[in-house]
T-cell receptor, first 112, second 110 residues
């Protein structure tokens, strides 16, 4: 069936380094992708999104890259800080009706 | 403050009991959702609602009931709780395809 998955369940990065979190999706018809950040004990929080007509989108310290050829999505976090420690989820919109499908998440740990 | 609130924050119940989790949003968003979050499964959609009095099943609806008589409220009821329903439950509303989540309800069924 259609799914959104993550390559790695955990990622440890030195403080100040850049982080890259990857996500694979299988539904070629998906046209909207979102990254969420979830800190311990809290609900997921929107970080950045991208439409399928774009390859790259930048926010504050974050960049999302979309490769539609291989159905791959990545989230790059520049100069990681302790506050970036969280679980990151990618999500895709399958049907254009505001119903998202989430991946299982990647836990990012920042090493001081 | 405006936003989406869930109650209770924590709940412990016994198998067979009925439990209702509350969700309230102040944005007047049309769409609302209930997700459960379990290790290894990520966020799975239980039910969603496109508007008041319009609800539909998600990926894992069995054992749950929802209602939406008012736009701002979207309660989730476990009619007869089972241990497999121990989980963290998140309510969300959406605008322009972006979901905004509540803080969650941690439910333990003993």
């Amino acid at each position: 069936g259609e799914s959104v998955g993550l390559h790695l369940p955990t990622l440890s990065v030195q403080e100040g380094d850049n982080s890259i979190i990857n996500c694979a999706y299988s539904n070629s018809a998906s046209d909207y992708f979102i990254w969420y950040k979830q800190e311990s004990g809290k609900g997921p929080q929107f970080i950045i999104d991208i439409r399928s007509n774009m390859d790259k989108r930048q926010g504050q310290r974050v960049t999302v890259l979309l490769n539609k050829t291989v159905k791959h999505l990545s989230l790059q976090i520049a100069a990681t800080q302790p506050g970036d420690s969280a679980v990151y989820f990618c999500a895709e919109n399958n049907f254009g009706n505001e119903k998202l499908t989430f991946g299982t998440g990647t836990r990012l740990t920042i090493i001081p | 403050d405006a936003g989406i609130t869930q109650s209770p924050r924590y709940k412990i119940t016994e198998t067979g009991r009925q439990v209702t989790l509350m969700c309230h949003q102040t944005w007047s968003h049309s769409y609302m959702f209930w997700y459960r979050q379990d290790l290894g499964h990520g966020l799975r959609l239980i039910y969603y609602s496109a508007a008041a009095d319009i609800t539909d099943k998600g990926e894992v609806p069995d054992g749950y009931v929802v209602s939406r008589s008012k736009t701002e409220n979207f309660p989730l009821t476990l009619e007869s709780a089972t241990r497999s329903q121990t989980s963290v439950y998140f309510c969300a509303s959406s605008a322009a395809e972006k979901l905004f989540f509540g803080s969650g309800t941690q439910l333990s069924v003993l």
